[in-house]
């Protein structure tokens, strides 16, 4: 049995060009996701993904508060970014990415669907006070070791990544195939450095083919 899973963490049109939470060059993270997916496959590794999903009065929305967005303040008592409205359920900016090789995935982890929290990693709500059912399906599976990538790095792939250190999983990361939001320029190379000091092994996904 494997004991390895591909993480692809919301990997959906809000994130991709013409999103409304766009992030730059978004979609070029689909190419190293569907080759990776190819090379999991090939393993019998597990292909897992996240996606944000938002009910449409979700309180990490500025709209929500009358703020603009990007700026910051509380929501429930914890620290919040307030985002432009994305990923509300059941809508084409919350599909996940045309593109990439959905029917490989084998089971995709929903989060952020509670209004009064935001929800950045795919393990566990902001505050730790809710798990989503990733950590329990990896266990059932005897999967010790994650390969993530997605978007984006500064906010879901980084407390991904740093959720599943703490859970003690072996964490690699493919930096190609990520890409932040950056509202300040440095935040993805900060986010990337943050993984690593924590545990993470990074790689591009060349790296990572000739080592694998
Ligand atoms: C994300 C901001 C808000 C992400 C989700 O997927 O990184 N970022 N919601
Ligand atoms: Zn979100």
Not at 8 to 35: K, M, P, R, W, Y
Not at 181 to 187: F, K
Not at 205 to 211: M, P, R
């Amino acid at each position: 049995m494997t004991q390895r899973a591909l993480l692809l963490v919301d990997i959906q049109n809000d994130f991709c060009a013409g999103g409304a939470l766009a992030v730059a060059e978004g979609d070029s993270t689909v190419d190293i996701a569907n080759a990776l997916i190819e090379w999991c496959k090939s393993r019998g590794d597990a292909v897992l993904a996240s996606q944000d999903w938002h009910p449409a009065n979700h309180g990490s929305f500025a709209s929500q508060h009358g703020v603009a967005p990007f700026s910051t303040g509380k929501l429930d008592g914890l620290a919040q970014t307030f985002w432009p409205d994305h990923c509300v359920q059941n809508s084409d900016g919350a599909a996940l990415h045309p593109l990439l090789n959905q029917q490989a995935i084998d089971e995709v982890f929903r989060k952020g669907e509670d209004p009064n929290i935001d929800s950045y990693s795919a393990f566990f709500d902001n505050d730790h006070r809710k798990a989503t059912a990733l950590h329990g399906w990896l266990q059932q599976h005897g999967i010790r070791e994650l390969i993530v990538l997605g978007l984006a790095t500064d906010y879901c792939v980084k407390f991904s990544v740093l959720d599943a250190l703490k859970l003690g999983y072996v964490v690699s990361v493919i930096t190609d195939g990520c890409r932040g939001v950056n509202i300040q320029p440095q935040d993805s190379t900060q986010a990337f450095m943050e993984m690593a000091v924590e545990g993470a092994t990074l790689y591009t996904l060349a790296d990572w083919q000739e080592t694998h």
